[in-house]
Nanobody
Framework: QVHVVESGGGLVQAGGSLRLSCSAS????????MGWFRQAPGKEREFVAA????????FYSDSVKGRFTVSRDNGKNTVYLQMNSLNAEDTAVYYC????????????????????WGQGTQVTVSS
């Protein structure tokens, strides 16, 4: 059974930074693309960032491009989301999810392509 756990959320001032971590078990991690999504209060869940199985292809939403960086450490079965220059619009619950095996295309921006999800971690940016 696949188990996904996010960590690293918290309260940060506008302009600050946070790094989220996501560990996944119960799968051969290095074969799977991984994604980050977020859901703000009263809004639908949206794509934030994704990383291909190899780590060689990265995808970002327009709203976070240039501020957020996704990376992975296959030796630790962990994917990271470094978030810089945070603003109030980044306040949301952030979710990590397991994507398809061997995936590396723009399809990683589509939520329905992701399977196992974590419970989410809250990020709150104070202005």
């Amino acid at each position: 059974q696949v188990h996904v756990v996010e960590s690293g959320g918290g309260l940060v001032q506008a302009g600050g930074s946070l790094r989220l971590s996501c560990s996944a078990s119960g799968l051969t991690f290095s074969r799977y693309a991984m994604g980050w999504f977020r859901q703000a209060p009263g809004k639908e869940r949206e794509f934030v960032a994704a990383i291909s199985w190899s780590g060689g292809d990265l995808f970002y939403s327009d709203s976070v491009k240039g501020r957020f960086t996704v990376s992975r450490d296959n030796g630790k079965n962990t994917v990271y989301l470094q978030m810089n220059s945070l603003n109030a619009e980044d306040t949301a619950v952030y979710y990590c999810a397991v994507g398809p095996q061997w995936a590396y295309t723009e399809a990683l921006k589509i939520m329905r392509n992701f399977g196992s999800w974590g419970q989410g971690t809250q990020v709150t940016v104070s202005s």
